[in-house]
């Protein structure tokens, strides 16, 4: 749910800033994202597109900003008399500065980002919000790049169990799902399609999610690269159309693949299954404090590892490169 205090920011226009959507036929979205300075009619997409896009953003931007937030704090708390004047006014405009560049390079993560954080700052900005209390609003920062994180954990966790035909437990694991609060906003002249509005990349999200389940939407694995995707037809499909190297996509390596498959000897495919089952229960562990080793690994560690991994399989079907170059790289010898 939105504040009516959120409501009442509005932009040059007379509009509250955030993010607008209409659901149309066929789960295509429409989608308007207002911001201060303008409106932007963003590209048109789906339920679909949108749920697997954000299984595949780098979010070494929300990672980096988190660390530098931790660090901040943990120095304020460890001693607060080494918190100057200077380290706050520091930390305000490097995050102005950031939440700006982030508006400009990722739009809608960027400006639900800012409505965010002005939410959780109850209307003040930074400046005046460190006056009524320094852990209360780098808490707040922190919180504004670690919710849509999280949230990403449970989207992965919960496809895992789609593709594997699970019962999704909305009780427990995936009890987010079960029940949310959204805002409508309803005008005279729109027709009888309701409109959305949201002030948090994670709201937008789950909102999304929740149709995407209720749809039973076909989500699968890769075979190829690895990475969730939505078959366009009922039948099974193997490969998704993401490209891969020299221009190919995942479906046009689908027949050296078919044939390297059968050949289960093959040391080099062997070696990226097993080392890409080996790191994933690494990440798995990382995501419960109560399981974490010094070899668990964060979501952009794995994927790294398999962006250059597929990559090196790739090359070693195409004869590129020989299965000896290709297991230096695949393998992980710790």
């Known amino acids: 749910m939105v504040s009516f205090l959120a409501l009442n920011r509005l932009n040059n226009k007379g509009r509250p800033c955030g993010l607008y959507l209409k659901i149309e ?23 679909e597109n949108e ?4 299984t595949d953003v780098d979010f070494k931007i929300y990672e980096d900003r988190i660390n530098l937030t931790n660090e901040f704090s943990q120095r304020f708390i460890l001693n607060r008399k080494l918190i100057r004047r200077k380290h706050l006014k520091i930390f305000i405009e490097s995050t102005e500065e950031y939440i700006f560049d982030f508006e400009r390079d990722d739009p809608l993560h960027g400006v639900l980002t800012r409505t965010l954080l002005e939410d959780l700052l ?18 707040a920062v922190n919180h504004c790049f670690s919710d849509i994180i999280d949230f990403r954990n449970l989207l992965i966790d919960l496809l895992y169990d789609m593709c594997d035909g699970k019962e999704l437990d909305f009780k427990d694991e995936f009890v987010l799902l079960s029940c949310a609060d959204f805002t409508q906003i309803i005008t005279m002249d729109e027709g009888d ?24 939407t076909n989500i699968q694995i890769c075979r190829c690269c690895g990475r969730f995707f939505v078959p366009k037809t ?17 479906k046009q390596w689908a027949t050296v693949l078919k044939r390297k498959i059968q050949v289960k000897t093959d040391i080099v495919l062997d070696a990226y299954e097993k080392n890409r089952s080996k790191l994933y229960k690494r990440l798995d562990r990382a995501r419960d404090s109560l399981t974490q080793t010094e070899k668990s690994i964060s979501f952009d560690e794995y994927y790294a590892w398999l962006d250059i991994a597929t990559e090196a ?5 195409a004869k590129q490169i020989s299965a000896e170059d290709a297991l230096k790289i695949i393998e992980v010898n710790d």
Do not use: Q, W
């Not at 399609?193 to 389940?213: G, N, Q």
């Open 25 to 47: 036929e066929k789960n295509k979205i429409k989608r308007t994202l207002v911001s201060f300075g303008k409106e932007t009619e963003l590209p048109p997409t789906t339920i």
């Open 51 to 54: 749920i697997i896009r954000l």
């Open 122 to 139: 109850e209307n003040k900005d930074l400046k005046a919000s460190m006056k009524k209390g320094i852990s209360f609003t780098v808490n």
């Open 193 to 216: 399609s309701p409109e959305y509005y949201f002030r948090t990349p994670a709201y937008y999200y789950l909102f999304l999610l929740m149709h995407f389940v209720k749809n039973k």
């Open 234 to 250: 009922k039948k099974e499909t193997l490969y998704c159309d993401r490209m891969l190297t020299n221009g190919k996509t995942c």
């Open 313 to 317: 399989r790739d090359k070693y079907m």
